[in-house]
Protein backbone atom coordinates (compact mmCIF):
# COMPACT_ATOMS: atom_id res chain seq x y z
CA UNK A 1 0.00 0.00 0.00
CA UNK A 2 1.07 3.32 -1.20
CA UNK A 3 0.66 5.05 2.20
CA UNK A 4 -2.83 7.07 1.14
CA UNK A 5 -5.82 6.46 -0.28
CA UNK A 6 -8.60 7.81 -2.55
CA UNK A 7 -12.01 6.63 -3.08
CA UNK A 8 -14.64 7.04 -5.79
CA UNK A 9 -18.27 8.26 -4.48
CA UNK A 10 -20.00 4.81 -5.35
CA UNK A 11 -16.66 2.75 -3.74
CA UNK A 12 -17.03 4.15 -0.35
CA UNK A 13 -16.97 1.12 2.35
CA UNK A 14 -17.26 2.21 6.38
CA UNK A 15 -14.90 -0.97 6.95
CA UNK A 16 -11.99 0.53 4.52
CA UNK A 17 -12.48 3.67 6.69
CA UNK A 18 -12.41 1.97 9.92
CA UNK A 19 -9.11 -0.09 8.97
CA UNK A 20 -7.17 2.73 7.15
CA UNK A 21 -7.83 4.72 10.63
CA UNK A 22 -6.14 2.30 12.64
CA UNK A 23 -3.45 2.25 10.51
CA UNK A 24 -3.10 5.95 10.41
CA UNK A 25 -3.16 6.15 6.63
CA UNK A 26 -4.62 9.60 5.70
CA UNK A 27 -7.95 8.69 3.52
CA UNK A 28 -10.34 10.58 1.34
CA UNK A 29 -13.68 9.13 0.68
CA UNK A 30 -16.82 9.78 -1.49
CA UNK A 31 -14.40 11.54 -4.28
CA UNK A 32 -16.42 12.36 -7.44
CA UNK A 33 -15.16 11.00 -10.77
CA UNK A 34 -11.66 10.11 -8.44
CA UNK A 35 -10.91 7.47 -10.81
CA UNK A 36 -11.78 9.25 -13.71
CA UNK A 37 -9.75 12.56 -12.65
CA UNK A 38 -6.82 11.12 -10.39
CA UNK A 39 -4.96 9.06 -13.36
CA UNK A 40 -2.70 5.72 -12.15
CA UNK A 41 1.08 6.92 -11.60
CA UNK A 42 -0.24 10.37 -10.62
CA UNK A 43 1.66 11.85 -7.58
CA UNK A 44 -0.77 13.46 -5.15
CA UNK A 45 -0.73 14.47 -1.78
CA UNK A 46 -3.67 13.28 0.47
CA UNK A 47 -5.40 15.74 2.82
CA UNK A 48 -7.37 13.12 5.42
CA UNK A 49 -8.39 15.81 8.23
CA UNK A 50 -9.88 18.08 5.85
CA UNK A 51 -11.08 15.64 3.27
CA UNK A 52 -9.27 16.97 0.10
CA UNK A 53 -6.76 15.47 -2.50
CA UNK A 54 -4.07 17.72 -4.17
CA UNK A 55 -2.52 17.09 -7.59
CA UNK A 56 1.14 17.49 -7.59
CA UNK A 57 3.20 18.72 -10.61
Known amino acids: M ?4 VRGLREVDPTQREL ?3 YGLPAVV ?8 I ?6 RVHG ?3 YV ?4
Open 20 to 22: LGE
Open 54 to 57: ELLP
Open 30 to 37: GVVDATRL
Open 2 to 5: SGRY
Open 49 to 51: TDG
Open 39 to 44: PDGRRI
